[in-house]
């Protein structure tokens, strides 16, 4: 059975620093994994897909890799923003459904 | 031009009521779903449908019953509301998979 960890639960820097989220999965056999943030109150804004026969995705200053062999993927984010602040989702699918990690909530202070 | 929509935003009811919870994609996709992100933010899932077949059902009380009247529609009736049916609902859509899923901006419902 698939089990997405997400680590920290909760992380809080200043603003400007780059950081790293983490996102682990138990089984490899994936067909994609997805980054998603929540706004407090929100929907879920995908921010990158990759697909598993891909190791990385970019889209500006988001960098998120995968490694399926590891069962591992991590969101880096540079230079943090205060709007920046909102929990992060990793979520792994496979044929049927898309699993969920419990999320980082992270918090960027001015 | 909302890719997966939901109404209502907001939903709030007295318990032993029945309720239903409609959701739309124009996206072409041909699989959808129904998510609850519980209190504490867990995003699970409950119901799948894959060209009006339902292809998944987790453990989710008989209560629930989904309906898909078409591809591109996914409803959520809800009888006998409990309180612990409050939560936030969403439904997402994806093309079997492969390229990703969208989710609507979900549904809390509160039951009182």
């Known amino acids: 059975k698939q089990e997405v960890t997400q680590i920290p639960a909760a992380l809080s820097v200043p603003e400007g620093e780059n950081l790293v989220l983490n996102c682990s999965f138990t089984d490899s056999a994936i067909y994609n994994l997805q980054w998603f943030r929540q706004d407090p109150g929100k929907g879920l804004t995908s921010l990158l897909l990759?697909?598993?026969?891909?190791r990385e995705q970019t889209s500006g200053r988001l960098n998120a890799s995968l490694d399926k062999s590891s069962g591992r993927s991590t969101l880096y984010i540079a230079a943090s923003q205060p709007g920046d602040s909102a929990t992060y989702l990793c979520a792994v699918s496979d044929a049927s459904k898309i699993i969920f990690g419990s999320g980082t909530r992270l918090s960027i202070r001015p | 031009d909302t890719a997966v929509s939901q109404t209502p935003k907001y939903l709030v009811t007295q318990m032993g009521n029945d309720k239903s919870i409609k959701c739309e994609q124009n996206l072409g996709h041909d699989t959808m779903y129904w998510y609850k992100q519980d209190s504490k933010k867990f995003l699970k899932i409950m119901f799948s449908y894959n060209n009006k077949e339902l292809i998944i059902n987790e453990t989710v009380p008989n209560r629930f019953s989904p309906k898909s009247p078409d591809k591109a529609h996914l409803n959520l009736h809800i009888n006998s509301l409990e309180l612990g049916d409050s939560a936030v609902y969403f439904c997402?859509?994806?093309?079997?998979?492969?390229?990703?899923?969208?989710f609507g901006s979900g549904t809390r419902l509160t039951v009182v």
């Open positions: 990759i697909q598993s026969s891909q």
């Open positions: 997402a859509s994806s093309q079997s998979g492969s390229y990703g899923y969208t």
